[in-house]
T-cell receptor, first 117, second 113 residues
Framework: DTGVSQNPRHKITKRGQNVTFRCDPI?????LYWYRQTLGQGPEFLTY????????KSRLLSDRFSAERPKGSFSTLEIQRTEQGDSAMYLC???????????????FGPGTRLLVL | KQEVTQIPAALSVPEGENLVLNCSFT??????LQWFRQDPGKGLTSLLL?????REQTSGRLNASLDKSSGRSTLYIAASQPGDSATYLC????????????FGTGTLLAVQP
């Protein structure tokens, strides 16, 4: 499977605990995105990397959230001191910059569903 | 601030019917627009991408149109099938340094056999 993969697929945690999610993009893609989706809503942008550089962060990304892409390949999203309001589906996407129009398409992974009790 | 709206929020049609899903956006300075499909509890599958310079894109039974001046896009599904049942999301990417997508809330489609 050469698509975007995310792990774990599901995570249940208690309020106050830290959680970390991993995203493996399509191998040649240099851009990586994190989005958050709550029930009945469309995904909301959290942050974006080009290679290893984090180029944009949403105001939704409070100081409890941190994302990394250390070698420009996989990325991790960590949430510290989780709150019940963090319960959501966390989606990762990747794309290839430049080139043909098709390269602008963002390809999404299956998501990690987080439940904070 | 760019806002994306999708109407209707839910739609139920009998199998075989042609249907149109609507997407509207408030800022016409978009770089491109994508239509996605999302099955329950799953990630998003890209269906079509329309660049700002294009008027429409087609893939199989799907046809997406874009009218920037009116801030609208439509997704036309021909000869609907039960397997088309899913939530359909449109998303716009703006010009400028940002590459983020701004999503609508989606249209939940049910195709009845």
């Amino acid at each position: 499977d050469t698509g975007v993969s995310q792990n774990p697929r599901h995570k249940i945690t208690k309020r106050g605990q830290n959680v970390t999610f991993r995203c493996d993009p399509i191998s040649e893609h240099n851009r990586l995105y994190w989005y958050r989706q709550t029930l009945g809503q469309g995904p909301e942008f959290l942050t974006y990397f080009q290679n290893e550089a984090q180029l944009e962060k949403s105001r939704l990304l409070s100081d409890r959230f941190s994302a990394e892409r250390p070698k420009g390949s996989f990325s991790t999203l960590e949430i510290q001191r989780t709150e019940q309001g963090d319960s959501a589906m966390y989606l990762c996407a990747s794309s290839l910059s430049g080139g043909r129009a098709a390269g602008e398409t963002q390809y999404f992974g299956p998501g990690t569903r987080l439940l904070v009790l | 601030k760019q806002e994306v709206t999708q109407i209707p929020a839910a739609l139920s049609v009998p199998e075989g019917e042609n249907l149109v899903l609507n997407c509207s956006f408030t800022d016409s300075a978009i770089y491109n627009l994508q239509w996605f499909r999302q099955d329950p509890g799953k990630g998003l599958t890209s269906l079509l991408l329309i660049q700002s310079s294009q008027r429409e894109q087609t893939s199989g039974r799907l046809n997406a149109s874009l009218d920037k001046s009116s801030g609208r896009s439509t997704l036309y599904i021909a000869a609907s099938q039960p397997g088309d049942s899913a939530t359909y999301l449109c998303a716009v990417r703006l010009y400028g340094a940002t590459n983020k997508l701004i999503f609508g809330t989606g249209t939940l489609l049910a195709v009845q056999p």
